[in-house]
């Protein structure tokens, strides 16, 4: 098996020290990470929050300074 990039650690909306992403909380889908695609909010998800490009290091800081309040 080969590591993949995923598409939630490239998002915007990831969650770097939490299990999910804002999109989903309480964990990324298994749809997703399977698919790894999420361009569209899923049937069950409960916003329409959906794959956005983001800039890791603007992610991890942004998370960093939200803990640190």
């Known amino acids: 098996m080969e590591p993949r990039n995923f598409i939630c650690f ?17 964990g990324i889908p298994d749809e997703i990470l399977q698919t790894n695609k999420h361009d569209q909010p899923l049937s ?9 490009p983001g800039d890791a290091d603007e ?3 942004r998370q960093l300074d939200e803990i640190q309040d």
């Open 10 to 26: 490239r998002c915007k909306h990831w969650r770097y020290f939490d299990d999910g992403c804002d999109a989903f909380p309480e």
């Open 44 to 52: 069950d998800q409960e916003n329409d929050l959906v794959f956005s």
């Open 59 to 61: 992610i991890l800081k």
